[in-house]
């Protein structure tokens, strides 16, 4: 399967409008944001302190930027158990979207793969969030041996037929028999209200030199910065912690992580011109050629860490 960009993104927008109108139950028609019942408040959850600037509201959720470290976040955010109804309720789409030999992803997560394999060793290799287990597939035909945990039904027996040692539960509830070399979070990270809770329960699962690595968006790409509100990584509800360069290292330096390596995938360049062109981003039209020209390079965009999403290794600060 090889598809257009154009076609990408009306998938995009079709997984994207499935998600939002399955928020509407949990607003307040009175004002649009959620209703207080389901929320919480809570602190930076990189820095801990209390302070922020209101953002923008999107679909129901606010979104708020940390005075002290400037880290992006959602807030109130979902209750722990409100969160939980909410996923089991709402059936995750993506693996109807990363199909197999897609090389969109394959791309990515070979990118992935190379810089793990800069600073470990080939062996035990677990995923986290590892839907139908495509990655995992890709991790195998370069010789590691694989592990995902899936709390999606479906996903979960696809990526058991594939033939990869999966869980069906909670990280923390799950007693592994092994060790790994390699943990990977592919697009999962941002959305977990605890971040550093879940990197140190992962950092005890590594063997010595092993390394964790996430995929995350970031909100010091271009496309956040410009798009703001209108852009798709603010979702509301889902990605309740959006990390950016400097905050993704603190929150590592806290849990006794250090960053191996960090490099940003995914330019945005099309939606941030269509946008520039008064287009929809997403959609834009088919016939808009006009380029915003010589302003915006990909290689140089990359450079500077400010494509659309991050990925990071870390291993144990020693
Ligand atoms: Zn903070």
Not at 158 to 181: D, P, S, W
């Amino acid at each position: 399967m090889n598809l257009t960009v154009k076609e990408l993104h009306d998938q995009r927008k079709k997984l994207w409008n499935a998600s939002i109108a399955s928020h509407e139950k949990y607003i307040n028609p009175e004002n649009g944001l959620f209703q207080t019942q389901f929320l919480e408040n809570r602190n930076c959850p990189v820095c801990s302190q209390g302070e922020y600037i209101a953002l923008f509201a999107k679909e129901g959720g606010q979104y708020v930027k940390c005075v002290s470290c400037s880290m992006v976040y959602v807030n109130p955010v979902f209750t722990d158990q409100a969160l939980n109804d909410y996923y089991d309720k709402n059936h995750s789409v993506q693996a109807e979207l990363v199909e197999d030999g897609d090389p969109f992803y394959e791309k990515l997560y070979n990118k992935g793969l190379d810089s793990i394999e800069k600073y470990s060793s080939k062996g035990n290799i677990l995923d986290i969030g590892c839907s139908s287990g495509i990655f995992l597939d890709i991790a195998r035909e370069r010789t590691w041996k694989t592990w995902g945990v899936e709390l999606n039904v479906q996903e979960y027996s696809m990526a058991c037929k594939r033939g990869h040692h999966v869980y069906n539960q909670l990280l923390e509830k799950i007693k592994f028999e092994t060790r790994f070399n390699a943990i990977t979070l592919w697009d999962v990270f941002e959305h977990i209200k605890d971040g550093a809770f879940y990197l140190n329960m992962m950092k005890k699962m590594l063997f010595e030199k092993g390394v964790i690595f996430l995929q995350i968006p970031s909100s010091d790409s271009l496309a956040a910065r410009i798009l703001q509100e209108k852009c798709n990584m603010f979702d509301g509800l889902e990605h309740v912690n959006l990390y950016g360069v400097n905050t993704i290292k603190q929150l590592a330096d806290k849990c006794g992580l250090k960053i191996l390596d960090i490099q940003t995938v995914i330019s945005e360049i099309g939606v941030i011109n269509n946008y520039l062109n008064y287009e929809d981003p997403y959609l834009g039209s088919i016939d808009n050629k006009i380029n915003i020209p010589g302003l915006i390079d990909e290689a140089q965009l990359n450079e500077r860490l400010m494509g659309y999403k991050l990925q990071v290794v870390l291993g144990e600060m020693k």
